[in-house]
């Protein structure tokens, strides 16, 4: 059994209030979990404007499937979001 975590450190510039904040997560963390069926949420920066950090772990049989989940899981959000991704952690154990 491999778990693959990552965390996605975004900023987000049209962001003027953490109302605003949280129902951009919200929508982002309810489409990867229909999606992927993963683990999600934001784990720091909670109330912090314009920058949004989320943590995801995945379980999967072989490292190549793990990774293969990680690097979809990414895309999607790339293309499902106006927020720019400024950093990804990646590990798999």
């Not at 490292?63 to 927020?83: C, K, M, P, W, Y």
Request: with cysteine.
């Amino acid at each position: 059994m491999i778990v693959g975590t990552i965390i996605i450190r975004m900023y987000a510039p049209w962001v003027s209030s953490l109302k605003e904040k949280r129902m951009a997560v919200k929508s982002i963390v309810a489409k990867v979990q229909n999606k992927f069926h993963v683990a999600i949420a934001e784990v720091e920066e909670q109330d912090t404007l314009q920058t949004i950090v989320l943590g995801l772990a995945c379980v999967a049989g072989t490292v190549r499937q793990a990774d293969s989940i990680l690097d979809h899981i990414i895309g999607f959000i790339e293309e499902n979001t106006e927020a720019e991704i400024t950093d990804i952690q990646r590990e798999l154990r």
